[in-house]
């Protein structure tokens, strides 16, 4: 969390998220009006936060990364517009997984990447096929958050055939699973490996691109300076 996110949770009278979320921030329940739900209860919420704001409290919605990447921050927003909600919102910025993987993987993102998500709970299958052909086709660096679960088990397989289709089979891949947590994994492999090692929800998978390379177990991509300029 960025220390602006710690203010915030200090001075929460509510705070509110995910009961997974929440369990990995203790030290700041204590005194508070907590209220907790499970998986699937985005929209609930929301509206419990906005209804709580509204009546004058200090409400703090708890998202997991950064709230505007994949997280509440838009869900928020579109019911505070449908309700005609009037209270002050304020997103407060976090680490995404994208920022933490790519640290912990060296520095894969010095280039144009893209973020593609292939839960399809929101989003069709057929759109973020396309989606997957454009970025492998255009070269981007290419983060997929949400590769696998024990439902969705096919859609990270038909994503490495799509960037199969246009890179190398040693393009370096890096699979990140629940960065800079205690039960954090880490690993370096290809395109056409990656598949061997264990991918789930909690995993960021960073495919690079025709320029990513590895050294010392980790996965670098040129910005371009070596044209640019006398290394």
């Known amino acids: 969390m960025t ?17 997974t979320y929440l369990e990995l921030i203790p ?3 204590a005194g508070k009006e907590v209220i907790s739900s ?10 419990i936060a906005l209804t709580a704001a509204e009546s004058g409290k200090n409400v703090a919605l ?13 869900l928020v927003y579109e019911l505070a517009k449908e309700t005609a909600c009037t209270c002050r919102i304020e997103i407060i910025p976090g680490l995404a997984a994208i920022n933490s993987c790519a640290a912990r993987l060296g520095a894969p993102l010095m280039h144009d990447f893209a973020a593609i998500s292939l839960s399809d709970l929101l989003t069709p299958w057929e759109v973020i096929e396309k989606r997957l052909a454009a970025a492998a086709a255009a070269d981007f660096v290419t983060a997929i958050y949400n590769p696998r679960s024990k439902r969705r088990t096919d859609q990270i397989v038909r994503a490495r055939e799509i960037f199969l289709a246009h890179r190398l089979p040693s393009t370096p891949v890096g699979i990140v699973t629940a960065a800079t947590r205690d039960n954090e994994t880490i690993v370096v492999t290809s395109l056409e490996k990656m598949l061997t090692s ?9 495919i690079g691109n025709s320029q990513t390379y590895t050294w010392n177990d980790l ?3 040129p910005r371009g300076y ?5 290394l």
Do not use: H
């Open 3 to 19: 220390l602006a996110a710690c203010e915030v949770l200090e001075k929460a009278e509510v705070i509110i998220g995910y009961k």
């Open 219 to 221: 996965m670098i991509t």
């Open 27 to 29: 030290d700041f329940l």
């Open 62 to 74: 708890v998202s997991g990364g950064d709230p505007g990447i994949y997280a509440m921050a838009g």
């Open 226 to 230: 070596r044209g640019k300029y006398q």
């Open 198 to 206: 264990e991918i789930g929800m909690q995993s960021t998978v960073i």
């Open 38 to 47: 499970e998986m699937m209860k985005e929209v609930e919420r929301c509206r």
